[in-house]
């Protein structure tokens, strides 16, 4: 179940600095239901929360173990479904598509979630996502409410299958995945005059989406007045496919104004961390937004929505301003955000001056999802030419040719269309920046390595992570009321962050221990903050002294600590030998506990795979390895996430970047 947030705070010799994460110190309690001979799942979900767990027998024993944060009970067991209603847990349904077993409806309608999975595709990743979203810990419309522009893009495949070998191409730029379930065809039911996907297929095709990709989810039913396929006859039939969705961890559902208030309710009132779009479309095109009906429409999707999009069929110009005029009378109140859409060729402009899921397509994909529909290279086009997205030089500063991240970041910027120039500059971490900062057309630097604080007194605005940690390795261009300011980050740490809860839910570090191996603290401080934003407990440094963290002065020392769930080495790459002593002495002294959880490793510097390399001794150690890849391709990510304010999928990343970008 679920559990209340505390704040994570990081202490430094100069004070205490909060960091801005919500961590869940107190362990899941969760109930975990399998197929026949599929009790391994419960391993690997306890294993992704960092504890350990119990299989009974019959729910008193789900009862008995009170303690225990993960039980697991295989589905015959349950001969009283209504039973589990009075257990103190939260009930995760987990269903094996590739056994000849089929989903139990019943059950899962007593369970709180379902979660659907495939032994031929690793699944640990997934369900980290999975958990970590059901439980609260992932809070992604927190994140998108964050960016001043975001973007969905419409899958408007018949089968998710033909999408996967492309879906990293397709999704450069769209920060979430909207799955239009009524354009789904099911091999079992097509032959069917005016028949829906089943819920068994449907569910396997999310399973299948949701594994290839890390973007939120929109789970969403349109109807056959609105330009889908689903019929309208049948209410209930919505509910039950949207219930179904939030019970599968969908980020969001789709559910469209004209269904019975009742449906709405019940589905707000059940979403749990799934957030409602309210979906209202006219294809008359006889709407106006200066009508009392426009304000009466948006007020009525306000009440049980998250966002409100309203989205109309045009045929004049002056209908674009009249919705711009729309926008501004309800983005001023405390209402949800607002997507204020026209269809058409005429109706275009709109979907540029959006800022809040604009629909876009790709080149790649089989149709568009509605008249006009723009990719996200069209928007930025559009928006360089209007004079709303001017051409300015986003610096790449350090090592960035030799390293390779310069030559990425130049194909992002030409992936997008984006107008801006790419100056180069091959510079020491100690010469100054302030040359380029005050250019008329700065518009943003990426910086590697990063430099410190203490000697670019110049520098803008510091975020409180480049603050804390002392390094700053994005500057990027705000725009305020007054004006634009500079703002100075490190985003080192969330790459490192994001590598370590990849596998991981983040509670899972809560109260634990951890290993920092440096040569000094400037090397370790993003690994520290981060390590910190996850709640660990007692943290160790190997090789320097931090304030507020213990030392161990050699491998004697290690006998007297307990064993760390993550150790991280900072050290350069032709050190990076010297952490495996560290990693073979917890690996012998774990072997006596009859569980061991954690045993993770992250190298920050080793990016080369092979048999003489601290990454693959780990892994044949034991452990949970990666190597600087993982983290690199991730803060690069950030960083442009940051500076152009775009959205680039890591997987994209390693694609496009080759090798380079991790040497």
């Known amino acids: 179940m679920a559990v209340g947030p505390m704040p994570a705070v990081m202490y430094k010799a100069n004070g205490v600095m909060k960091i801005e994460e919500i961590i869940h110190n107190e362990p899941p309690r ?11 799942i419960t391993r690997i979900i306890a294993d992704v929360l960092g504890h350990a767990y119990r299989l009974v027998d019959g729910l008193e024993g789900a009862r008995g173990w009170s303690d225990e944060a993960v039980v697991g009970l295989d589905k015959d067991f349950i001969t009283a479904p209504e039973s589990l209603r009075s257990l103190d847990r939260t009930i ?21 979630y379902e979660y659907l999975y495939s032994k031929t595709t690793p699944i640990r ?11 609260g810990q992932s809070k992604p419309h927190e994140d998108l409410r964050g960016k ?109 104004l004209w269904l019975p208030v009742e449906i709405r309710r019940r589905l707000a009132a059940e979403k749990g961390h799934s957030k409602i779009i309210s979906a209202w479309h006219d294809f008359s095109g006889r709407f106006k937004w200066t009508s009392p009906q426009a304000q009466q429409i948006f007020q009525e999707s306000a009440l049980y929505s998250d966002v409100v999009k309203m989205i109309a069929l045009v045929s004049s110009m002056e209908d674009n301003y009249e919705l711009e005029y729309f926008r501004s009378t309800v983005q001023g109140r405390s209402h949800p955000p607002f997507s204020g859409l026209n269809m058409g060729v005429a109706g275009q402009l709109s979907r540029t001056l959006n800022k809040v899921f604009t629909p876009i397509t790709h080149p790649l994909m089989p149709l568009i999802a509605a008249p006009g529909q723009l990719s996200a290279a069209e928007i930025n086009s559009m928006l ?68 410190g604080v203490e000697n670019a007194t110049y520098l803008p605005t510091l975020t409180e992570s480049a603050s804390a940690i002392g390094q700053v390795d994005t500057v990027a261009v705000r725009q305020t009321k007054s004006g634009n300011t500079l703002v100075a980050d490190n985003v080192a740490w969330k790459g490192i962050r994001a590598t370590l809860t990849r596998d991981f839910v983040p509670s899972a570090y809560a109260g634990r221990a951890a290993i920092v191996i440096a040569n000094n603290e400037g090397q370790a401080a993003a690994a520290i903050y981060a ?54 002495h917890f ?24 048999n003489g390399d601290s990454v693959s001794i780990a892994e044949s150690l034991g452990w949970a390895a990666y190597p600087c890849a993982d983290y690199v391709s991730r803060i690069v990510v950030e960083a442009i996430r940051g500076l152009v304010g775009e959205n680039v999928p890591c997987d994209f990343v390693r694609l496009a970047a080759g090798r380079g970008l991790y040497t």
């Open 30 to 40: 969760l109930l975990v239901i399998f197929d026949k001979d599929q009790e391994e």
């Open 92 to 112: 995760i349904m987990t269903h094996c598509v590739d056994g000849r077993d089929s989903s139990n409806g019943r059950l899962t309608e007593y369970c709180d």
């Open 125 to 135: 990743r997934d369900v980290a996502r999975f958990l970590a979203f059901v439980l």
């Open 148 to 256: 001043p522009r975001t973007t969905m893009l419409c899958m408007t495949f018949s089968d998710i299958r033909a999408a996967l070998p492309n879906l990293d191409i397709l999704s450069v730029g769209a920060d979430a995945v909207e799955l239009r379930v009524d354009l789904l065809r099911d091999p079992e039911t097509e032959h069917n005059f005016g028949s829906v996907p089943s819920l068994k297929y449907v569910g396997e095709q999310l399973m299948l989406l949701r594994q290839r990709t890390e973007l939120p989810i929109i789970f969403t039913t349109r109807c056959t007045s609105e330009n889908g396929r689903f019929p309208m006859d049948d209410p209930e039939l919505y509910y039950t496919y949207l219930r179904k969705a939030m019970q599968w961890g969908c980020e969001y559902i789709d559910v469209e």
């Open 384 to 451: 360089h030419s209007m004079g709303q997205m001017p051409e300015l030089d986003i610096h790449a500063i350090g090592r960035v040719r030799t390293n390779g991240h310069a030559m990425f970041l130049e194909k992002c910027l030409n992936e997008l269309s984006l107008p801006h120039r790419l100056i180069c500059v091959e510079q020491p971490p100690s010469s100054s920046l302030q040359p380029y900062l005050a250019r008329a057309q700065f518009g943003g630097a990426y910086i590697n390595p990063p430099v």
């Open 531 to 584: 390590l910190t934003s996850l709640d660990i407990g007692t943290l160790y440094t190997i090789g320097f002294q931090s304030s507020g963290h213990k030392q161990l002065q050699g491998l004697g020392d290690l006998d007297a600590i307990e064993s760390p769930f993550a150790v991280i080495s900072a050290l350069p790459a032709e050190r990076s030998m010297a952490a495996v002593p560290v990693l073979k």
């Open 587 to 610: 690996t012998a002294k774990n072997r006596k506990r009859a569980t061991s959880a954690g045993k993770i490793f992250l190298d920050l510097s080793n990016g080369i795979k092979g």
